[in-house]
Each structure stands twice: as structure tokens, then as C-alpha cells.
């Protein structure tokens, strides 16, 4: 199946069935995320994978009730670094440098011009960028369920805060930015599923300058 008809396929599912997902595929859609192109190569988010049936419900209470938390077989949530600081970019680059063989000799230049650049702007202002890099890596996971038949539903409709505080985020230095509950289409109590799949037409969509 090609990306494109992957997600024609793929619509956010309003209820599953309960299947549980293999964790050969939850495995393949957190290594397309980690995978994910990031800014300066920072991946300035994490994943939590919630599988636990009480934190579920926990979740569920600070996401408005949606039923697909509970449902679902995997629960993803999306959590990016709340600031960016010196220690957290050199140590992304010590690690690169050192997997790639080279000196941190042959990045601190530009290590420095990023050190400099993110420390002059405001904690809100770090974490929206972050949060950016989050969304990068949110879509990249989407798309790979979608290859692998696997139903999801993209969800920001939830008390970050709360939701921040229920998983101990704060203490390492996170906030959420988005979930995503991973299962299995419920053919027959999903009112969605059935419908088409509508879109803005390409030619009103794309801007072409020649």
C-alpha cells in the first residue's frame, strides 16, 4: 500500500473495537517517530506509551471522556521538552558526536550559535518550538499506522496541565502536546467510518509560483 492510499484509508476513528494492536507494529510506529525529522536534529520530544487500564481511565478523565483512551490498545502521548537549555543541546550533540565518531571540536561552533540563539528567547517561546518538533514527529507516527492498518485517533483536546501532572511530567522537564490512541476501527459502531473522506480540492489547496 503506498502513502497515499494509506491515508485515504485512515480517518480519526471514533471507536474502537478493543483488538489489541501487536507490539511488533506499536514498535514500528514509535521507530517512524523517533525518525522524524527535528530542528537541528534536537528531537526535542519523548513518547509515553500507556498500555495500564486504571492510568487509561485517569487519561480519559482529563481528555473530555473520549472514549478511544479507553478503547484503544496502545495510548501514545506526545510530550515535548518544556525550554531548551545548554546542557540539554550539548548533550544531544556529545551523543551524536560520539556515535558518529567525530570531536566536539567539529560541532561546537555551531553547538555555540544554537546555545546562544535558544538561551536569548523566552522559556514559552523554546517550548512552542519544541512542541513544533512534536508535531513533526506526531504526523510521521500517523502515517506509519496507517501503512500498517493500525486505526488511530490524533487528539488535542485535553487539559495539558492536568494531564502533565497525572504522568509526572513536569519533573522530567515535559509537557504534552498531543495523544494518540492506537486500535482497531469499530465497522459497525463507528459513525465516521463509513463516511467519504473530504478535503479541500488540490487546486484551491496548493499555491503554485512559476
Not at 54 to 83: P, R
Amino acid at each position: 500500500m503506498s502513502l497515499i492510499e494509506a491515508l485515504n484509508w485512515r480517518y480519526a476513528t471514533k471507536k474502537m473495537n478493543g483488538e489489541k494492536v501487536s507490539q511488533d507494529k506499536v514498535d514500528q510506529i514509535l521507530a517512524a517517530a523517533r525518525l522524524a525529522p527535528t530542528s537541528s536534529g534536537l528531537q526535542p520530544f519523548r513518547i509515553i506509551v500507556v498500555t495500564n487500564p486504571e492510568l487509561k481511565e485517569k487519561i480519559k478523565a482529563v481528555a473530555y471522556g473520549q472514549q478511544q483512551i479507553t478503547d484503544a490498545s496502545h495510548v501514545l502521548i506526545f510530550a515535548a521538552w518544556d525550554n531548551y537549555t545548554e546542557e540539554r543541546i550539548r548533550s544531544v550533540f556529545t551523543y551524536t558526536n560520539n556515535e558518529r565518531g567525530v570531536p566536539d571540536s567539529a560541532t561546537a561552533d555551531y553547538v555555540n550559535t544554537l546555545i546562544g540563539l535558544y538561551t536569548n528567547r523566552t522559556t514559552e517561546e523554546n517550548f512552542h518550538h519544541a512542541a513544533k518538533q512534536a508535531y513533526i514527529g506526531f504526523g510521521v507516527a500517523l502515517a506509519e499506522a496507517a501503512l500498517l492498518k493500525v486505526d488511530a485517533t490524533p487528539m488535542e483536546g485535553f487539559e495539558s496541565a492536568k494531564l502533565d501532572e497525572l504522568l509526572g511530567l513536569n519533573a522530567q522537564g515535559l509537557r504534552s502536546t498531543t495523544i494518540l490512541p492506537l486500535g482497531y476501527r469499530d465497522e459497525a459502531g463507528d459513525w465516521l467510518v463509513n463516511l467519504k473522506k473530504v478535503r479541500t480540492p488540490l487546486e484551491n489547496f496548493v499555491t503554485e509560483i512559476k
